[in-house]
């Protein structure tokens, strides 16, 4: 690596003068080598894969924003921490924030981690709620937004706590000094509140804000594209091995997990003479080594058909990009198409759910066993606790478990709510 001298050199008496000819004749000489030295300097910063600036130097994109979609929210929010800086960017110029703002964050440094800590958290978040100002404490300011942490992959690598929020103060705002929340002045949260849509706009908070070249920036889109593009063809053409293989081994996806999501999408693939898969207004955020992809999804099968809005969860195991979490929420009513399904598309759901209670079970798997049980629940006159406890002891008891059900029977009692019956063997 070169290395650079840095010498300050002061002459006693009279400043020295350079005859103007003998000027005109160096800068004549000097221009090319001025003029090599701006290139090397453009190419230069243009080429460094990522720097860690602020936000407001221009030529450089924010890294997390890999890929915005025209179709997407307007605005996208970004936290420096170590800056104490709130960023708003419009999706139509990445190059630049439209507003900055100052901000305080957690007491404490490093990724929120349990109740209490003093830490804010790290990650790709959205807001899930409004408050106004009657019904906040004073400190809160004139009003909150919540976000949705934890977020699938803070529950996975075990973070919790909760009630992390974006607020205004009635205290002088000061680096670092809330519980973990994201604190601003009164006039600039009510500024902000303009551009947050609920359950869209994204709030990406992390340590240092990366800030990288365009090039550079097309690189991880082209990756992640070619790794979305590839699941979706794999599920497309029901190659259920290659689709899989795309799922890390702690993926969940609501109660499933990887066993019992592959098991569901074969029964699926074998039910359907043919599927067609179909995405758009993707969009791709990075932060922290996590990914968020977004997208639209339009399922088709002969007697089938959903539309609405996948979330995947992604990190790197060694040199491959493994879904970890996965969600599906629908934009319009899930539809039968002609003719008429043999079992309706929510008869289907809860027979998956119940085939996956069974499997668990079976494998002896009790704390996913039991996730699939409600607070609330009761039988034979045990409550969780002593349901929990009750398998606990089959489980010592017996070395291997073997239950089948039979003459399976759903009824629909309303539009969250199924009964189920069985014949169990």
Request: charged letters at 25%.
């Given at each position: 690596?070169?290395?650079?001298?840095?010498?300050?050199?002061?002459?006693?008496?009279?400043?020295?003068?350079?005859?103007?000819?003998?000027?005109?004749?160096?800068?004549?000489?000097?221009?090319?080598?001025?003029?090599?030295?701006?290139?090397?300097?453009?190419?230069?910063?243009?080429?460094?894969?990522?720097?860690?600036?602020?936000?407001?130097?221009?030529?450089?994109?924010?890294?997390?924003?890999?890929?915005?979609?025209?179709?997407?929210?307007?605005?996208?929010?970004?936290?420096?921490?170590?800056l104490s800086k709130l960023f708003l960017y419009r999706k139509d110029n990445l190059f630049q924030p439209l507003k900055t703002y100052s901000c305080s964050t957690g007491e404490n440094e490093g990724p929120k981690e349990k109740q209490n800590d003093r830490?804010?958290?790290?990650?790709?978040?959205?807001?899930?709620?409004?408050?106004?100002?009657?019904?906040?404490?004073?400190?809160?300011g004139t009003m909150a937004f919540p976000i949705d942490y934890p977020n699938p992959i803070d529950k996975l690598e075990g973070r919790n706590g909760y009630g992390i929020w974006f607020h205004g103060t009635n205290k002088?705002?000061?680096?670092?000094?809330?519980?973990?929340?994201?604190?601003?002045?009164?006039?600039?949260?009510?500024?902000?509140?303009?551009?947050?849509?609920?359950?869209?706009?994204?709030?990406?908070?992390?340590?240092?804000?990366?800030?990288?070249?365009?090039?550079?920036?097309?690189?991880?889109?082209?990756?992640?594209?070619?790794?979305?593009?590839?699941?979706?063809?794999?599920?497309?053409?029901?190659?259920?091995?290659?689709?899989?293989?795309?799922?890390?081994?702690?993926?969940?996806?609501?109660?499933?997990?990887?066993?019992?999501?592959?098991?569901?999408?074969?029964?699926?693939?074998?039910?359907?003479?043919?599927?067609?898969?179909?995405?758009?207004?993707?969009?791709?955020?990075?932060?922290?080594?996590?990914?968020?992809?977004?997208?639209?999804?339009?399922?088709?099968?002969?007697?089938?058909?959903?539309?609405?809005?996948?979330?995947?969860?992604?990190?790197?195991?060694?040199?491959?990009?493994?879904?970890?979490?996965?969600?599906?929420?629908?934009?319009?009513?899930?539809?039968?198409?002609?003719?008429?399904?043999?079992?309706?598309?929510?008869?289907?759901?809860?027979?998956?759910?119940?085939?996956?209670?069974?499997?668990?079970?079976?494998?002896?798997?009790?704390?996913?066993?039991?996730?699939?049980?409600?607070?609330?629940?009761?039988?034979?006159?045990?409550?969780?606790?002593?349901?929990?406890?009750?398998?606990?002891?089959?489980?010592?008891?017996?070395?291997?478990?073997?239950?089948?059900?039979?003459?399976?029977?759903?009824?629909?009692?309303?539009?969250?709510?199924?009964?189920?019956?069985?014949?169990?063997?």
């Amino acid at each position: 690596m070169g290395k650079y001298l840095l010498a300050t050199i002061q002459k006693r008496g009279p400043p020295l003068k350079m005859p103007k000819k003998a000027l005109t004749c160096f800068l004549r000489k000097a221009r090319p080598l001025l003029l090599y030295f701006s290139l090397f300097l453009t190419l230069f910063i243009l080429g460094t894969p990522s720097i860690r600036a602020n936000p407001e130097i221009k030529g450089l994109v924010p890294a997390v924003l890999v890929r915005v979609s025209d179709d997407g929210p307007e605005h996208i929010i970004l936290v420096d921490k170590s800056l104490s800086k709130l960023f708003l960017y419009r999706k139509d110029n990445l190059f630049q924030p439209l507003k900055t703002y100052s901000c305080s964050t957690g007491e404490n440094e490093g990724p929120k981690e349990k109740q209490n800590d003093r830490k804010t958290p790290e990650g790709i978040y959205f807001f899930t709620g409004f408050m106004k100002k009657q019904e906040l404490a004073p400190i809160y300011g004139t009003m909150a937004f919540p976000i949705d942490y934890p977020n699938p992959i803070d529950k996975l690598e075990g973070r919790n706590g909760y009630g992390i929020w974006f607020h205004g103060t009635n205290k002088t705002l000061k680096p670092r000094d809330t519980n973990g929340c994201v604190a601003m002045e009164d006039r600039d949260i009510e500024d902000l509140a303009k551009h947050i849509a609920l359950f869209k706009t994204p709030a990406i908070i992390g340590p240092r804000i990366e800030m990288v070249s365009y090039p550079y920036l097309q690189q991880d889109r082209e990756e992640l594209e070619a790794v979305i593009e590839d699941w979706r063809s794999a599920w497309q053409n029901k190659d259920i091995e290659k689709y899989a293989a795309f799922y890390g081994e702690q993926f969940f996806a609501g109660p499933a997990g990887l066993r019992e999501w592959k098991a569901y999408k074969s029964r699926l693939a074998k039910q359907y003479d043919t599927i067609r898969v179909e995405i758009s207004h993707l969009q791709i955020f990075k932060n922290n080594g996590q990914v968020l992809a977004l997208f639209h999804q339009h399922f088709k099968a002969p007697t089938f058909e959903t539309f609405g809005q996948k979330r995947l969860f992604l990190k790197k195991n060694s040199a491959q990009w493994k879904i970890l979490a996965e969600s599906f929420q629908g934009l319009k009513p899930t539809k039968p198409v002609a003719p008429p399904p043999p079992a309706p598309p929510v008869f289907t759901e809860v027979e998956n759910f119940v085939y996956a209670w069974l499997d668990r079970w079976q494998a002896k798997e009790l704390d996913a066993y039991m996730s699939s049980y409600d607070e609330t629940f009761q039988s034979r006159g045990m409550d969780m606790r002593a349901w929990q406890e009750h398998h606990e002891r089959l489980n010592r008891k017996y070395n291997r478990l073997s239950i089948k059900i039979s003459n399976l029977q759903v009824s629909l009692l309303a539009e969250d709510k199924a009964q189920v019956a069985f014949e169990q063997l």
